[in-house]
């Protein structure tokens, strides 16, 4: 009989061992989420079943062209002091839109994709070396995003390849108007974090490709390639971001748009949208992996 509980015991702690060896889901009580976000998960696994067989880029723009006339609504992100991953799949604004399209399209690829493997491909992505560490360590500048996810593998970033022109001027927005950004006036003691990180973007080589010299590189830029608007406001980088997609031989986008109020394909050339705007001044352009 004492063999017998012995044994029981034995196995007891093996089969325990084995369990804490297995791997532990992201979870779920450090994000925000609605039961729907996980509903157009599983939709999307189900329409994507053979995302392993796409290009990375292809699968970034049929993940778009799924999100179409999904609602534009800005500032999602925004949910308190306390940083947290927030899941929307529901509302997205240009970042989000392009963001949540790259971290599905990874977690689709990989074999047998949960709804964990997305939450983590998203905390990836949206922070700084893939870490929730407070306000500051979102990648709010998206030449920050694109700089970062380049490091982590995520992206490769094309813009010094494709027109080797560097980005002339600091960026400092955020820091020299912190009465646009709630939580900095709540939490003052963020202003110098953030305003380190943008002289660390600002000292640091980017490069851009100038709205006079896109029709001459256009053939560079492929379906599902991310792209980054600069923009000419004072201290900021860039001021939209939409995805690549190709008509007729030219480049058009797929994006949140707050003039539409929803996911849309342009009417509009990229170089037309670009040319047409008093506020761009060329692109950025970072390619899935």
Known sequence: MKRLSLL???????????????????????????PADKAIFEKLRKEFGDARSKDPGELVLAIGKFFLETPYVGHTLEKGDTEKLVINLRELDCTTFAENCLALSRSLRQKNPEFGDFL?????????????????SRLHYFSDWIYDNDRKGTVESLSKEIAHTLVPKKINFMGKHTDSYPILQRIPEFVPVIAAQEAEISNRMTWFIPEDRLAVVENKIKDGDIIGITTNIDGMDISHVVIAVRFNGRIRFIHASSKEMKVVISDQTLEEYLLNSKMASGIMVARPL
Request: charged share 25%; hydrophobic share 40%; proline share 7%.
């Open 120 to 136: 983590r491909e998203l905390r990836f992505i949206r922070y700084r070396d893939g870490k929730i560490n407070g306000y500051p």
């Open 8 to 34: 029981v015991v034995i196995l007891w702690l093996f089969g325990s061992c084995l369990r804490s060896q297995s791997p532990v889901p992201v979870a779920e009580v450090d994000c925000i989420l609605q």
